[in-house]
């Protein structure tokens, strides 16, 4: 810790920070653009400046800017200096000079940086009189909108998308006052952190084009802290409603997480929310179709199918909150209860949960992710499977290189000067996939192969690291060389991280995966192993119950049992179709409680209407083994409720005396003492009964509008908030104004900073963690001593004569079932095709966009080919797409040329 001098008053920094940040870090007020927490410094735009003078007897001093200043012991600073005020004033004149007068109907007013920033310097008069310079905007795609002529030239936006998120269709144009943000034509923004340039942009450039469609100004939203469920991260969410619709998320900062970015699946897959397709009220089927029913009236007749004295199972969901799915399983009793993995997810699943509680290696958080020094993806598709850990790892990949330029004195905050000295190299990070993927681009090197052959190459490296494993017999020589390779580059590093998953299918990659890690921590090296999970609560899921719809199956075929009770989970996605409809007609009765009509819920004689995220409060645990809350962030229609509160209510009708919660800490406690893993899972976040000042804490802001007008349609009266027993949390803007902590703030801002940027003052140091710590809590840590290798490796891939490989492909759009009900994600999902290697065109005698018959399973459908790099010869992918969900996947499926019509 250094100590430097602020207006003539001693303040501690800490080491190694530039001088806006220490500032900053210490509550004070300096304006500026192109500084990023997570991108550093650029000295752009040349607003930060302050006045630094060499010590008590300097009255002159020199203007600094103070991004780019690093901090020296004993340094004398002053902000208020008359000198410095005025050329921040003059800055802020002069990149307002071409700024259009648009405020009031621009979407980013009233929580614009650059309007803060105006206000911050006294700049309150224009004296520039001349012809604006103008550009013409551009068509950016479904997401995010355009508006060139509010630029002020800062450069953020594509230091994020070149230099962070790797994009390459975003860029700088032109020079000087002429410069040009964008695309070098108009078109979709191809990568899929494009959202993200929302929040960085400081004016409004780039703006939420889905908020446009149903525009709400931020003080009128209401919202809550929340987590995504578009996938297996748990990045936080700030979800915001009005009118009773879902208007936006934006990001929630959590450094242990997902820090300030979010994907664009997360961002823009609010939608489902607010979609056609959710229930809207109880359904009953009868023998002349499906009736709409009471709630009162569909509780009475699922409480007397439960109370009939028959035998009930359980069938839970990996979408599901921990809470509902151990409601269920209160329920049916823990030996009638599924977790709704389908038979292949429940065989990966397992065998992740038995790798992260019996291995030596640690699940390391993505802020760990972020930092490792050598890296190995092996079978993930991770951009398209967890966005944002593909994020976390192309920041991984730098860090060699710029350990390597830090050592030549450059500050790890001086972003310019460590690319200039570093180049475009790329440091020790390694993919292996069945196919190209995005993340190649990242790599230094890489390795395309089915999913045995990428087994065999993680087998390799692991005897390298190991010489008590197995020899992986024939073995190419190249192969052997590279996988030496990778080894001593993982050995070298000092956080080397290993990542792997459910995404490739295949059990054999994950234990080789493991194998890696666990023999990297057996050398001493404290090796990180990352596995991958689809859906939001896959692990949570997997923790209390890991058995699969087959298994429920054939329990349900011996018989006895008579009723069945689904939540949140559609099985036709999990299930051949006829086997789900067998599932299904081995009960007397099948209730379905969900949020969304699915082909389950259509199928069931009781469909209940659930709650979303956004209406209902529970835990979620994602893979990295960290459980956090999402809160409720605007009371659904009355026939809609969360899933556990159906069980209960059904349980209480039945007059069983299964449990007595009254709330959901209740639930979760119950929880904590039933599941082992759970032990920590209360700690996620305060109970319901929290108050600070004996106050709530609103949802609402202190600004919110029109609280009668929202419901002047159905009354003149404003209406009572409505009562909220589980969270510590007001439907209203009265409660407790200032700080709560981490895991209950709603939203950031504080006085003069209305944009994304008062994430600041809410932090322990500018950049750093929230107050308090981060929100979540680690349930799982590595308990064995000695690392369980596993021992099988396998034999070579041999490719068929008459038959290809299929194996899976995600879809970043499309392949998760409640994002790809959000319109303007669905309209950038891809058709569906089926991936060939080119050399294999000439087997099947076909050109790209051929139809091909594709045969697997019993199945047989025709796709049109496309070329997809790095395939084998033999091997071919079949996107995750909807409707597509058809095959167990990797999967021996015959190809066929399909026959041409008759012109």
Known sequence: MAKILIENREYEVEDGQNLLQACLSHGFNIPYFCWHPAMHSAGACRQCAVKVFKNENDTRGRIVMSCV???????????????????????????????????????????????????????VYRRFRFKKRTYRNQYLGPLVNHEMNRCIQCYRCVRFYRGYAGGADLDAFA????????????????????????????????????????????????????????????CNTIPGERYGGLRRVV??????????????????????????????????????????????????????????????????????????????????????????????????????????????ARSPSLKEVRSADAALVLGEDVTNTAPVLALALRQAAKNGPLKAATKLGIPFWDDMALKTATQGKKGPFYTAAPYAIDLDSAAVKTFHGPPVEIARFAAAIARELNGSLPIVDGLPSGTASFAREVANALLEAERPLVVSGTGSGSEAVIQAAANVAWALCARGKKAGLTMVMPECDSLGAALIDSRGLDEAAAAAAEGGFDTLVIAENDIFRR?????????????????????????????????????????????????????????????????????????????????????????????????????????????????????????????????????????????????????????????????FQGQPPSPLIPRFWAPGWNSAQSLTKYQEWAGGPLRGGDPGVRLLEPKS??????????????????????????????????????????????????????????????????????????????????????????????PLLPGMAIFTLPAWGVLTRAKRRAA
Not at 271 to 293: C, D, I, M, W, Y
Not at 308 to 313: V, Y
Not at 656 to 682: C, N, R, Y
């Open 175 to 234: 020079s000087r006052n002429r410069i040009y943000f964008g695309r070098s034509e108009d078109g979709v923004l191809e990568s899929p952190f494009s959202g993200n340039l929302v929040e960085v942009c400081p004016t409004g450039v780039f703006t939420d084009k889905t908020l446009k469609s149903h525009y709400t100004r931020k003080w009128d939203l209401q919202t809550a802290p929340s987590v995504c469920v578009h996938c297996g991260v748990g």
């Open 785 to 878: 001593a000695a690392a369980p290798f596993f021992r099988a490796v396998p034999m070579r891939f041999k490719a068929r004569k008459y038959g290809w490989l299929l194996v899976p492909m995600p879809r970043v759009f499309g392949s998760e079932e409640l994002s790809a009900l959000s319109a303007p994600l669905a309209s950038l999902q891809a058709k569906p095709f089926i991936g060939i290697a080119e050399e294999d065109a000439e087997r099947l005698e076909v050109e790209e966009g051929d139809e091909i018959e594709v045969r697997a399973n019993g199945k047989s459908f025709g796709l049109p080919a496309v070329f997809v790099p790095g395939l084998t010869r033999g091997v071919a992918a079949v």
């Open 251 to 360: 990001n929630r900062y959590n450094g242990e997480v997902n820090g300030y970015f979010l994907c664009d699946r997360g961002r823009f897959g609010y939608e489902f929310v607010n979609s056609l397709q959710r229930e809207k009220e109880a359904l009953l089927k009868t023998p002349n179709g499906t009736q709409a029913v009471s709630n009162e009236e569909a509780l009475k007749l699922a409480s007397n199918m439960i109370g009939m004295g028959g035998r009930l199972m359980a069938v839970g969901s990996p979408r599901a909150s921990v809470e509902t799915n151990i409601a269920l399983r209160t329920l049916s009793g823990a030996e009638n209860f599924y977790s709704g993995f389908s038979r292949h997810e429940a065989r990966l699943v397992s065998l992740i949960v038995e790798v992260m509680e019996r291995g030596l």
């Open 575 to 735: 299930m051949d179709t006829e086997d789900a409809e067998n599932f299904l007609a081995s009960f007397s009765n099948v209730i379905v409680i969900d949020h969304i009509l699915t082909d389950t819920a259509r199928a069931a004689h009781i469909a209940l209407p659930g709650a979303t995220f956004a209406e209902s409060t529970g835990t979620l645990v994602n893979f990295e083994g960290r459980a956090q809350r999402f809160f409720q962030v605007f009371a659904p229609d009355e026939a809609r409720q969360a899933s556990w509160r159906w069980l209960k209510d059904m349980m209480d009708s039945t007059g069983l005396k299964l449990q007595k919660w009254e709330t959901l800490d209740d639930v979760t406690a119950d929880a904590a003492s039933i599941i082992p893993a759970f032990e920590k899972i209360t700690r996620a976040a305060p109970k319901h009964g929290f108050r600070i000042a004996g106050q709530k804490i609103p949802r609402q802001t202190e600004r919110r509008s029109g609280r009668t007008a929202v419901e002047a349609d159905r009354t003149i009266y404003e209406s009572k908030p409505p009562e909220d027993a589980d969270t510590p949390f007001s439907f209203s803007m009265e409660g």
């Open 69 to 123: 200043t690093p901090i020296a012991k004993g340094m004398r600073v002053s902000i208020d200096d008359p000198e410095a005020k005025a050329f921040r004033e003059n800055v802020i004149e002069w990149l307002m000079s071409n700024h259009p007068h648009d405020c009031p109907v621009c979407d980013e007013g009233g929580e614009c940086h650059l309007q803060d920033m105006t206000q911050m310097t006294g700049h």
